[in-house]
């Protein structure tokens, strides 16, 4: 049962298929996961993987040459059947359309050649269009909208999952439901379009989010041709086209130095840009600003730039100005965007430490939800009042926090400081009281020499429990012994950096249960590492970086049985490594700069260790 997209055919069908234990089987195939779990829920399904090269070509080839043997023709073609099959990116679909393209055309290299170079079959095949466009038209009308903004970004293009959902959310795509956050429903239209097989994830969290996601060619093509047919989008290009039109609200300028008023009109309502900042001054009604470069800028921007968007929702800027902190007319006119939600200027002074002041008058904007700054920004006064505010990363914990109390952001689910004093620990424990939603922190410890701090009494706050992600760096007092009370019992992330942990610490963290990533960073730990049978039951990736004490590292078998990563680099003294071929989940081992005697005996007499791990890396 070949596409199935409704989760309830299977069980009309089933009574007609009675199971007389015969051998037969049903083999259903769907784009939709929901449809192969409710056929059988108790298995997985089989997840089918994008064609290797070599299958690829031999797909392309058997469509084109449907009468003969592929290979009789092939000389004749050089490498073009190659640089197809590459251009399809491993999609069945692809490839039989293309292939049935190619078998109207004369098999010889120039015929091809003049297809290769158009590449207009892509965009122009009626039959690979119709059928990309069934599953397009099957879309809700909001899931429509998200997924032709796909067309903003070129070809190729790793998009950052986050990013793209704070876009949708500035654009209005998102319903801001009464017991949901806007966040997470567009989190489930971005997994939509994957089970749709319209998006392709490049890389998931260890949690199973989406981190980046990229667009197939052929399917940003009807991206493309969707968003023209309906004016939702225009992409301007150096490939001429580019006419003016009045009714263009979006915009993705994919070129430099290009007057982009004379191609969209002053209507404009969104704008990504991928080269230089263009003149935006007269966009009045812009409510997304976001550039997707990131390269380093010297010229400064205007100071008056921003000041007159007062309708901008999204500004990221990701290029690295060197001007831009000393300019404070820029966030002056910043500060003027009272309908911001995200500000994203993460890496506008990336090459410098130096602390970069943000004034006060940026958090008056109590739209904000997600402020991304560059590390060691001044944060928020004592008296600002951020309801709405979800992310806040980097900022610098101020002296005046102590004295006037911490700012008000009750929804905060992302919290970076950094330079964290130690006098600071029973106030920030009051602070963290009030915070219910709080998902993920990072501490940036400020310490000098051996100094240690008191431990902070994180489990007096109610939300303790449902935070998933702890980062301390610093000496966070371990002088006292070391106690699972100590760490959120839900956590599925910790990293511990400059610790001075004298005990070894496996003993009391293996009883997270729930921890999927362990990182330890620059710190003096013990000289031994033990885990028990029992411990880490679902621990996914460990990397042990620096460890100047650290000289054997034990695991009894049955323990860390679901690893499926570890890194281990700079770890000049460790000379014992555990019996790695229990770990039957384990498929990929970094080793970087360890000593030449533990490497001598993973190549030797204990390469029984390694040998079955897919992915060994060695530097």
Known sequence: MDDVWRNDLWIQVREALPDVENGSRVLITTRFFDVAKRADPTCDPYNLHFLSEEDSQEIL??????????????????????????????????????????????????????????????????????????SYEDMPAVLKQCFMYFASFPEDYT???????????????????????MEETAETYLEDLIQRSMIQVSTRFMSGSVKYCRIHDIIRDL???????????????????????????????????????????????????????????????????????????????????????????????????????????LWKGISHLRNLQTLDVSNVHRFTCDHMAIPDCIWNITTLRHAILPEHSSGPPSTAILP?????????????????????????????????????????????????????????????????????????FPSYNHMQSLRVNGNWSWN?????????????????SFSNIQEDPMQVLEKLGSLRILKFDSSYLGRLFTCSASGFPFLEYLELYCLEMLEEWTVENGGMHMLKKITISCCYKLRVIPELQHMTNLKELSLVHIQAQLLDMLQGEEAYKIKQIPSIKIM
Request: with cysteine; charged share 20%; hydrophobic share 40%.
């Open 480 to 496: 006292k012994e070391l106690d699972i009370s100590l760490f959120p019992i839900h956590l599925t992330k910790l990293t511990l």
């Open 61 to 134: 080839l058997r469509k084109a040459f449907p009468n003969m043997h592929p290979k009789a023709r092939c000389h004749d073609l050089s490498d073009l059947p190659k640089r197809f099959a590459l251009k399809c990116g491993g999609l069945p679909l692809a490839l039989v359309v293309v292939g049935g393209l190619l078998s109207r055309h004369p098999p010889t290299y120039n015929s091809w050649n003049k297809v290769f170079e158009k590449f207009s079959w892509l965009r122009d095949d009626e039959k690979c269009m119709t059928i990309l466009g069934t």
């Open 223 to 329: 991206a493309i041709q969707k968003a023209k047919e309906c004016s939702f989008l225009k992409v301007i290009s150096d490939q001429g086209g580019n006419y003016c039109s009045s009714t263009i609200r979006r915009a993705a300028l994919h070129c430099n130095n290009l007057n982009i008023m004379e191609c969209t009109g002053p209507n404009l309502r969104s704008l990504l840009y991928f080269g230089d900042l263009p003149d935006i001054q007269k966009f009045k009604l812009l409510k997304v600003l976001s550039e997707m470069t990131g390269n380093e800028i010297t010229r400064p921007i205007e100071g008056d730039t921003f000041k007159m968007l007062s309708q901008l929702r999204y500004l990221g800027i990701c290029s690295c100005y060197s001007f831009f902190g000393a300019d404070s007319e």
């Open 388 to 460: 709405k505010l979800q992310t806040l990363k980097t900022v610098r914990v101020r002296a005046q926090w102590l004295t006037d109390g911490w700012p008000k952001m009750p929804n905060i689910r992302v919290l970076r400081l950094s330079f964290f004093p130690p006098k600071y620990g029973e106030s920030f424990a009051t602070f963290l009281s009030g915070l219910y939603h709080l998902a993920s922190l990072h501490i940036n410890m400020h310490y000098k020499g051996s100094s240690t701090y008191d431990m902070l009494d994180l489990s007096s």
């Open 159 to 181: 998009i950052k999952a986050k990013s793209l959902i704070r876009l949708w959310i500035a654009e209005g795509f998102i319903p801001e439901g009464d017991n949901t956050v």
